[in-house]
């Protein structure tokens, strides 16, 4: 089915009609209580959903406990069935998750859908990474093997800016690996998440996969109940503190993909118009809003102008409304929380003295969460803008002479996601890159890594790493067997 084509009264269909419940054990079922989902794109009620009592998330616990030995007991290969025929059943419903998606979300189809396809692809290629034992050693001392055993029930908390992207991989991560796992996707963006609920019905055994929808209450729960070991987190910098301090209670293992202020520096051996459409998609993707989107782009004072220019142009080029309208490039901002904080820090910019801003700057006037894509020049560190993360379509361009200094600029700050070099001599970009303090550098790229590599941040946006052989073992508990040399030896 082309979502494009379909993207008319069917798409449009309101969702008070439909069905989505905490998935608990194995059962759906609602609530007492419920909270509102807000269609960014209208601001208006979009679905009533049932949130999580505290009882409710006690039976939850208590499932995953009772999953975890069987579940745990069965080999990689069942585990790796299981979660095959999960994804199948995702992708069979495709078009249905696109379209909650995007309704809840805010994206437009085609990005709605793109994410749905790339978590789909993430389980798929976690399930193929083998797993351990690794022999440290064996000779005539011994044998010494370095075993990986699951921890028990993980926890895991999904953010609003891509609810399934980071949903599959913390889903995958934990069952693939032998843990039973308590799922709370972000009371934005709950119902596409619940919905997974629902296909996991007819796959997974009773208990192996729940999940709760709340707000900040579960959250807590969660990092706090002694029966859950360890917590993975996708979030703010402030919110994974919180997190971090709670699960130290009965020392919980953690990992904690938390927010990015990723710096992109241009040298002056490239043509502004060859890279700005890159450097654009690389900053606005999602409307701004993903961690490891340039958040600061240092270029050049030989090509400054030009490359200010180009982006400019696109700023103005591009789309911007209802993830439902046809030919739409962005959506609105997710939430009224953090389209007024974006309101806040553009108009903190348009007070700093000298600074340009050449392409939007200002609300769109329309219903919803709507800001015009900004481009901003001739502004500097010490600013909202720059030292922060704002986490919306608003790029600042600085101004550079001395890579060096434009080097110590990029790391001069307490984030550490990601950060790229952009140049036409590929061996210098690598030595750049080498030197930026974060997790990933990329070389004239930036946003995406693979499901096979690790991915987090250092400093303050991070704690561990997601994905890959690494992120796997993140939620195993690894044993060192020693074993004397046999008789035979």
Partial sequence: MDTDRTSGSAQRKPLQDERFGHFIDGRLEGGETTFDVINPSTGDVLFHCPDASHEQFERAVAAARRAFPAWSKTTFEERRDRLARFAAAMESRLEELVRILTLEQGKPLAAARAEIVRGIGIIRHLITIPIGPDVLRDDASGRVELRYKPLGVVGGIAPWNVPIVLAAPKIASALYTGNTMILKPSPYTPLTTLRLGEIAQEILPPGVLNILAGGNDLGQWMTEH??????????????????????????KRVTLELGGNDAAIVLN???????????????????????????????????????????????????????????????????????????????????????????????????????????????????????????????????????????????????????????????????????????????????????????????????????GEMGLKRNMEPQLIVLPPSASA
């Avoid at 002694?226 to 020392?251: E, Q």
């Avoid at 750049?432 to 550098?441: N, P, Q, S």
């Fill in 269 to 467: 051996d490239v043509q502004p118009k060859a890279i700005a459409e890159r450097i654009f998609q690389a900053a606005f993707a999602n409307s701004g809003q993903v961690c490891q989107a340039i958040k600061r782009l240092y270029v050049h004072a030989d090509i400054y102008e030009e490359m200010v220019a180009e982006l400019t142009a696109i700023a103005k080029r591009v789309k911007v409304g209802d993830g439902l309208e046809d030919g739409v490039d962005y959506g609105p901002l997710q939430n009224k929380a953090q389209y007024e904080r974006v309101i806040g820090i553009l108009e903190d910019t348009a007070r700093q003295p000298g600074v340009r801003i050449p392409a939007g700057g200002h609300a769109i006037d329309r219903p919803g969460y709507f800001i015009e894509p900004t481009i901003v020049a001739d502004i500097a560190e010490g600013t909202r803008l720059v030292d922060e993360e704002p986490f919306g379509p608003v790029l600042p361009v600085l101004r550079y002479t001395d890579l060096d200094d434009a080097i110590a600029r990029a790391n001069d700050t307490r984030f550490g996601l990601g950060g790229s070099v952009w140049t036409n001599d590929i061996a210098k970009g690598a030595e750049i890159a080498a030197r930026l303090e974060t997790g990933v550098a990329w070389v004239n790229h930036h946003l995406g890594v693979s499901a096979e590599y690790p991915f987090g941040g250092v400093k303050e946006s991070g704690v561990g790493r997601a994905n």
């Fill in 226 to 251: 002694p029966g859950i070991d360890k917590i993975n987190f996708t979030g703010s910098v402030a919110t994974g503190k919180r997190v971090m301090a709670s699960a130290s209670a009965n020392m």
